[in-house]
C-alpha cells in the first residue's frame, strides 16, 4: 500500500509559477512509475506528467510542454511538477499517482489504468 499526500497548490496570476509537491508513503518509492494528472470542472482527469522509476525517462502533455517539470527525489520519497508560465487554462485539481509496485522496466505511464494509488488531489487556480 502506498499513501500519496500532495501540497503547493493554491492561487496564482496567469505568467506565475509553483511547484507541486507529492510525499509518498509506505513502500520502497524507487518501484514504482509516477505521475501528474488534473482535472478541471467538466472535464475528465487528464495526464500531464510522469515519470519512470528511477527518473531518467519522464513526458508530458502537449499543452505543457516546455513550462512543466516533472522530478523525483527517491532518497526523499517524493515527486514534484514545476509548473512555470501558468496559464488559465491550467486551473484544475492535481492528483499525484503511483504505479503498481514493479522491478522491472522503467517505462513513464500515461493513462489512469495504468496507476494504481492517488492523492487527494490540490487545487491549482490560475487567474487572469
Known amino acids: 500500500q502506498v499513501q500519496l499526500v500532495e501540497s503547493g497548490g493554491g492561487l496564482v496570476q496567469a505568467g506565475g509559477s509553483l511547484r507541486l509537491s507529492c510525499a509518498a508513503s509506505?513502500?520502497?518509492?524507487?518501484?514504482?512509475?509516477m505521475g501528474w494528472f488534473r482535472q478541471a470542472p467538466g472535464r475528465e482527469r487528464e495526464f500531464v506528467a510522469g515519470?519512470?522509476?528511477?527518473?531518467?525517462?519522464?513526458d508530458y502533455v502537449d499543452s505543457v510542454k516546455g513550462r512543466f517539470t516533472i522530478s523525483r527525489d527517491n532518497a526523499k520519497n517524493a515527486v514534484y511538477l514545476q509548473m512555470r508560465s501558468l496559464k488559465q487554462e491550467d486551473t484544475a485539481v492535481y492528483y499525484c499517482?503511483?504505479?503498481?509496485?514493479?522491478?522491472?522496466?522503467?517505462?513513464?505511464?500515461?493513462?489512469?489504468?495504468?496507476?494504481?494509488?492517488w492523492g487527494q488531489g490540490t487545487q491549482v487556480t490560475v487567474s487572469s
Open positions: 499517482a503511483a504505479s503498481r509496485e514493479t522491478l522491472f522496466g522503467d517505462s513513464v505511464y500515461y493513462l489512469n489504468t495504468n496507476y494504481r494509488y
Open positions: 515519470i519512470s522509476r528511477s527518473g531518467r525517462n519522464t
Open positions: 509506505g513502500r520502497t518509492f524507487s518501484n514504482y512509475n
